[in-house]
């Protein structure tokens, strides 16, 4: 298994601001994506992390407003821009390991609330 | 692309009783996972589903998969007021990468 740190683990932030949410994994991952989950929602994809390159955005999601980075292996960042009291949600990071054959496991995620 | 739909959405019940609850899913799938998420927290993982017939069991909840089907089964045995939570399922594409969650099942156990 993977153990993931996501920080900070929850904000209140004024809207105009922008927000950067870190995730790290004690291990080297081949995958890590970013979901959203709204107030009494199911979990949406946001984008899948590459390293190295940019990031693999779902429809619906643009790098203007959630831009992400992934510098290693084992850490990505999730920024979530012009926050207005919309993008109040949950956003969680999951991971999954090197190999096809590996589960995805979640971080505790960062509750966000725009006020 | 990859629909997941979860039924009931929400479920009512008492101590003591049964229940299951419905996962159907729209194409091929590698892996199927069930997660608990209580009020405010993050997912907690319950059981990940790898094969066609795939049963398994934790305390009072038991898991199987169905893959002709593109169906799994969340079954809650005598049920307690602590399984009080909501409960996804999530499906793994044949890609081996993103997970596509149901909408969820808020479940509310009475004493």
């Known amino acids: 298994s993977a153990v993931i740190s996501q920080k900070p683990s929850r904000d209140i932030c004024q809207r105009g601001t922008s927000l950067t949410i870190q995730c790290q994994v004690d291990s080297q991952v081949t995958m890590m994506f970013w979901y959203r989950q709204q107030p009494g929602q199911s979990l949406t994809l946001i984008a899948t992390a590459n390293q190295g390159s940019e990031a693999t955005y779902e429809s619906g999601f643009v790098i203007d407003k959630f831009p992400i980075s992934r510098p290693n292996l084992t850490f990505s960042t999730l920024t979530v821009s012009n926050m207005s009291p919309e993008d109040s949600s949950i956003y969680l990071c999951?991971?999954?390991?090197?190999?096809?054959?590996?589960?995805?496991?979640f971080g505790q995620g960062t509750r966000l609330t725009v006020v | 692309e990859l629909k997941v739909e979860q039924n009931p959405l929400f479920l009512s019940m008492q101590e003591g009783k049964n229940y299951t609850i419905y996962c159907n899913y729209s194409?091929?799938?590698?892996?199927l996972y069930w997660y608990r998420q209580d009020p405010g927290k993050s997912l907690e993982s319950l059981f990940v589903?790898?094969?066609?017939?795939a049963v398994k069991q934790e305390g009072r909840l038991m898991a199987s998969l169905d893959t002709k089907a593109r169906l799994s089964t969340l079954h809650i045995t005598a049920a307690v007021h602590d399984l009080s939570a909501t409960y996804f399922c999530?499906?793994?594409?044949?890609?081996?990468?993103?997970?596509?969650f149901g909408e969820g099942t808020q479940l509310t156990v009475n004493p």
């Open positions: 999951s991971v999954k390991g090197r190999t096809a054959n590996t589960e995805a496991f």
């Open positions: 194409t091929t799938s590698d892996r």
């Open positions: 589903l790898l094969s066609n017939g």
């Open positions: 999530a499906v793994e594409g044949t890609s081996g990468s993103r997970l596509t």
